[in-house]
């Protein structure tokens, strides 16, 4: 069976809760990431998730995962981002940390995985829309909350199809 690791940072819960969803639905492991170590980093799947704070920036917590992500070699691995925002007070800068993720990731060699067509959402400016897909599963618990249960299944069973 595939082992799969769910890395998050989440300040008020929202991607928290989104992590533990996915964790149930993957039969993954969710740990937030201050409290990760470097063999978190090792799976099949490494799923990483933060929510969007400042202007577009990463959740806080992540300023020390970045720092181990810098250490670590992810050629070979399959990485997938995801992550809460707030598309409506925040259009210019919606989800932009699933961006930074992303970027991080291919950067240490990942591959990713999981992009997500950019439609049904009300945001139209992102750092972490590429080509008309997100690059990763942009959830709105602010403004669309009623679409995170099925946006993180439909999620799931693609990550599930590309392990
Ligand atoms: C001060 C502040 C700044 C924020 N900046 C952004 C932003 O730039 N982009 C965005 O999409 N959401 C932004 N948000 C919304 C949060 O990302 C949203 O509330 C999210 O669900 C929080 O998730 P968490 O509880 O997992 O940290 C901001 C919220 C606050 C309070």
Redesign the pocket.
Known sequence: MANIHILYG???????AAAQQLAALLGAEAKPIAAASPEDFEADLLILGS???????L?DDWAAGIALLDAIDLSGRKVAVFG????V??AD????ALGILADKAVERGATLVGQVPAVGYAAVESFAVRDGNFVGLALD??NEAEQTPDRIAAWAKVLQAAI
Request: aromatic share 14%; charged share 15%.
């Open positions: 989440s300040t008020t819960g929202a991607t928290e929510s969007t704070w400042g202007y577009g920036e959740q809460t925002g707030d598309s007070g925040f800068t919606f989800a932009n618990d602010t």
